[in-house]
């Protein structure tokens, strides 16, 4: 009876005492979210929804459980130092530890991408390629000179050598992407360009994206940016003509702190460039943020180029942002999930830019209903 006793009391113990230690030395853990979502917050208490409670709360345990990030870091450790695991949750360790996202999940399917197992029928591709007239066809209508839709290249398309063997890649011919940007050639006279191509001429010489983030680094950037610029304006600066130079400081990045090595893999380098915009300056004239991102961020510059130039897109537009506003007198970002059609009356761009993700499949097969808002033009 009296070991019985010890028993409940240490298992009582065990699930009141970690809350009472959290409740007061909280402020001296990582508390950060560092998974690429919004995490589960305390579920609302109504009669209606007594039946989805316990599910809910559940969630939000799980998502707020004292010392999780502690925990969370030293199961990591333990997976990728003792057994060597090349995959923990969507990131994907890789050779030298190069790390890579792939979720597998609706809307965002990067594993299907790499594995080349979601490749678009004729009829989808038809049905994405009239979307993306549809929203070309509204920028000219409502004053837009140019549109131009681009697509980056997901981290393991440029850099497939750094992927482990598995997973395997199980399809034989084109990825989607691939098989997409052909059809739009051949099929449309939308200004459409998958930029995988452009960018692998650049990857043996140049580290085009940082080892432990999803996104490109400066020099993956620039090199966008140009092409881009070439595109809209018919000119460019190669980056062989400016200077780089390695930075000194660790380049750490959101893949890392999934895992939870974001401290321990520091040898990564940024780079920085000089010598792309002797004689031209801008600055910042409004910027808007939401949860730490920056969704709206208006740029004036002394640029010869007259013209106002519009940048939408998902997270991959920001990299642009240290060099498109040289190009044009004004240039204004916006994230896609806040384009609103108030925005193309206020500042009236001549040109639109689009950019996305590969591996983000919501954006291209659904661009219409992100762009065009139906009550607004009634």
């Known amino acids: 009876m009296k070991k019985q006793k010890v028993l409940i009391a240490l298992f009582v113990g065990s699930l009141v005492f970690p809350n009472l230690i959290w409740g007061v030395f909280q402020d001296k853990f990582d508390t950060e979210n560092n998974e690429n979502r919004e995490l589960a917050g305390f579920p609302q208490v109504s009669v209606s929804g007594i039946a989805e409670f316990p599910s809910q709360f559940e969630a939000f345990y799980k998502d707020q459980v004292p010392f999780k990030n502690v925990l969370v870091n030293f199961s990591n450790f333990i997976d990728t130092e003792f057994f060597q695991n090349t995959k923990i949750g969507d990131v994907v360790i890789g050779e030298d530890n190069w790390l890579f996202y792939l979720p597998s999940k609706d809307g ?15 009829e989808k591709c038809a049905e994405i390629a009239g979307k993306i007239q549809k929203v070309r066809d509204w920028f000219l209508e409502n004053g837009v000179e140019q549109f131009h839709y681009y697509i980056a290249p997901s981290k393991e398309t440029i850099y497939s050598e750094y992927m482990p063997e598995k997973p ?28 995988a191509d452009y960018l692998e001429k650049y990857s043996k010489k140049y580290q085009l994206f940082r080892k432990y ?12 940016n140009e092409k881009i610029i070439q595109d809209m304006t018919g000119d460019c600066l190669p980056i062989g003509a400016i200077q780089v130079m390695m930075g000194t400081n660790p380049c750490r990045g959101d893949l890392s702190r999934m895992i939870g090595r974001y401290k321990e893999l520091d040898d990564d380098r940024e780079y ?4 792309f915009h002797d004689g031209i300056r801008y600055r910042v004239r409004k910027e808007k943020s939401e949860g730490g991102e920056e969704i709206l961020k208006v740029f004036k510059s002394n640029s010869d180029n007259e013209k ?25 970002f916006v994230r896609i999930d806040d384009f ?30 992100y762009i065009i808002q139906e009550d607004e033009m009634k």
């Open 108 to 122: 965002e399917n990067a594993m299907a991408d790499y594995q080349k197992t979601n490749v678009y029928s004729e």
């Open 168 to 195: 395997e890649i199980i399809g034989t011919g084109e990825s989607r992407m691939e098989a997409f940007a052909g059809y739009m050639k051949e099929n449309s006279d939308v200004e459409f360009d998958y930029l």
């Open 213 to 224: 983030d999803t996104h490109m680094n400066n020099l993956g950037g620039y090199i966008t």
């Open 272 to 275: 920085g460039l000089d010598h």
């Open 308 to 332: 106002t130039l519009m940048v939408i897109g998902d997270s991959f537009r920001l990299r642009l942002e240290k060099y498109m506003p040289y190009r044009y007198k004004k240039t204004i």
């Open 340 to 369: 609103d059609q108030e925005l193309l009356e206020k500042y009236a761009p001549d040109d639109v830019v689009m950019i996305t993700v590969e591996r983000d499949q919501r954006y291209m097969e659904n661009l219409d209903s």
